[in-house]
Nanobody, 125 residues
Framework: QVQLVESGGGLVQAGGSLRLSCTAS????????MGWFRRTPGKEREFVAAISWSAGSTYYADSVKGRFIISRDNAKNTVYLQMNSLKPEDTAVYYC??????????????????WGQGTQVTVSS
């Protein structure tokens, strides 16, 4: 069993930045593909970004491309989401997720095996 714990959410003004962290338990973190998703009330869960186990491949939703950066530190069992130039429409609960395998479909939430509890990000205009 893998436990994921997100942190780093909060309230920020439009144009500002936040960095989310997701720390995983277990010694096999370095073999997991990792993703970030977000959800706002009344909407489906939305893919944000994903990174392969080796960090050799990264994937982004068009809505965040050029503003968000996903990275990972396997020695710390942690994946990060650096969010820059934040917009009010980025307001959501952000979840990290782990996939025990290859990232064939990084934006498909059903492909992920483990999920964190989420962290709230609020961007004020």
């Amino acid at each position: 069993q893998v436990q994921l714990v997100e942190s780093g959410g909060g309230l920020v003004q439009a144009g500002g930045s936040l960095r989310l962290s997701c720390t995983a338990s277990g010694r096999t973190f370095r073999y997991y593909g990792m993703g970030w998703f977000r959800r706002t009330p009344g909407k489906e869960r939305e893919f944000v970004a994903a990174i392969s186990w080796s960090a050799g491949s990264t994937y982004y939703a068009d809505s965040v491309k050029g503003r968000f950066i996903i990275s990972r530190d396997n020695a710390k069992n942690t994946v990060y989401l650096q969010m820059n130039s934040l917009k009010p429409e980025d307001t959501a609960v952000y979840y990290c997720a782990a996939l025990t395998g290859s990232l064939f479909h990084p934006s498909d939430s059903s492909a992920y095996d483990y999920w964190g509890q989420g962290t709230q990000v609020t961007v004020s205009s």
